[in-house]
């Protein structure tokens, strides 16, 4: 499974994005995305979960402020953020998980740097 991440840059605080990530080679396995970011010295953290059964989900500090999505017939994940802040700033990682017969496989996109600032 390839995921491509698209949508990161330079954004003034209060601004917006919208990160994308495109599944490919999946061979209509159920995928399971999330969202995590990372800056460095720190470890990568859960921005939001975008389960195939279910709504999603957020880590505490992106409530309210984010969205996350998915069109499966596209096989792609979205997360809207609005409201950013400076400590927003930070590598945005896709994640899709397949699940067969209990076993997970973990897929990471390439990351998609985001910029807060004035």
């Known amino acids: 499974v390839q995921l491509a991440e698209s949508g990161g840059g330079l954004v003034q605080p209060g601004g917006s994005l919208t990160l994308s990530c495109a599944a490919s080679?999946?061979?209509?396995?159920?995928?399971?995305f999330s969202w995590y970011r990372q800056v460095p010295g720190k470890q990568r953290e859960l921005v939001a979960g975008i389960p195939s059964i279910g709504g999603p989900y957020y880590g505490d500090d992106v409530k309210g402020r984010f969205t996350g999505s998915r069109d499966d017939a596209q096989n792609t994940a979205y997360l809207q953020m609005n409201s950013l802040r400076f400590e927003d700033t930070a590598v945005y990682y896709c994640?899709?998980?397949?699940?067969?017969?209990?076993?997970?496989?973990?897929?990471w996109g390439q990351g998609t740097q985001v910029t807060v600032s004035s």
């Open positions: 080679g999946s061979d209509n396995s159920r995928l399971e």
């Open positions: 994640n899709a998980d397949i699940w067969r017969a209990g076993v997970r496989s973990r897929y």
